[in-house]
């Protein structure tokens, strides 16, 4: 977008620059102190003189429907219009800011760890589930309210109907719990918060942007698109509510929902260990 931007300005300051050419030199010229400042009402005219020679091409613009036809309304509505780009655009980065919520909401594991609340918890527990599923349920909770902002505040700003929102809705629920449990992971696999913090965000970004969550799949590199998104689950959510939004509407959610919640507990039984012989070794962040 950067690169396209700075193209047409740079179009338009040589158009300028082939319009008004000789008059730009005079004008420099007069503002430098160097030029007739009688001058000056000589080059006004002129230089409305130039601008008149293009005023056949801005004025009306040269540009409009092939052969004079207007587009067809009921065409762009029925295949979303604009909202189709919003609203595929909402999803994506939805997927992707829900991850960075989560490596937030879970940062709080490696503090435990360093104030020593997790080794005082474990003398009293042998098991560490119960503390670290407690930690899951309130970043599962703000993820839950973070998707209904997003989701929901999107979809009044860009008048966007969702078409399944109870499936939507379970489909945001599952992919919370996963989100928070492999945080919680990446949080116990990292060596300290900082270093905890910088990992998770590195993994989220890496983990939306080959889900397809910044652009659209199939722009991925081949091997990619192949063989890597679609085991990613950050392309299971949304790739599934785009289809249920824009696509099939008979889209098969209910297995994403069941792969998502798996995976939030493998990794939240796998944080629990992986804290736990932490704490058994003696190892602090």
């Known amino acids: 977008m950067l690169e396209e931007l700075l193209g047409a300005v740079v179009t338009g300051l040589n158009t300028l620059r082939q319009t008004l050419g000789p008059e730009l030199q005079s004008w420099q010229e007069v503002f430098e102190g160097r030029g007739d400042y009688q001058r000056v009402a000589e080059l006004i005219v002129r230089a409305g003189d130039r601008l008149k020679s293009v005023k056949r091409f801005i004025d009306p613009p040269l540009i409009g429907p092939a052969d004079g036809a207007a587009p067809d309304a009921a065409a762009t509505a029925k295949a979303g219009g604009a909202g189709n ?132 799949p199939e722009q991925l590199p081949t091997f990619v698109r192949v063989h890597i998104t679609p085991l990613v689950p950050t392309f299971w959510f949304s790739d599934t509510v785009r289809s249920l939004q824009f696509g099939n509407a008979a889209t098969p959610w209910i297995g994403s929902c069941l792969a998502m919640t798996a995976i939030g507990a493998v990794c939240l039984a796998a944080t629990a260990i992986l804290f736990r012989r932490r704490i058994e070794k003696g190892l602090r962040p």
């Not at 919003?86 to 960075?100: D, Q, S």
């Open 85 to 216: 780009v919003f609203g595929f655009v909402l999803v994506g980065m939805t997927a992707m800011f829900l991850l960075f919520i989560a490596g937030n909401a879970m940062n709080d594991l490696p503090r435990e760890l360093a104030q020593g609340t997790l080794a005082r918890y474990h003398s009293l527990h042998h098991s560490l589930a119960a503390f670290i599923a407690g930690k899951v349920a309130v970043s599962w909770t703000i993820l839950l309210l973070g998707s209904a902002i997003l989701l929901g505040g999107g979809g009044l700003v860009f008048r966007l109907v969702w078409r399944h929102p109870g499936a939507v809705a379970a489909l945001c629920a599952a992919y919370a719990l996963f989100a928070s449990g492999l945080l919680g992971l990446l949080m116990a696999l990292a060596p300290g918060s900082r270093r905890a913090e910088t990992v998770t965000n590195i993994a989220a970004m890496a983990i939306g942007l080959v889900g397809g969550c910044a652009f659209p």
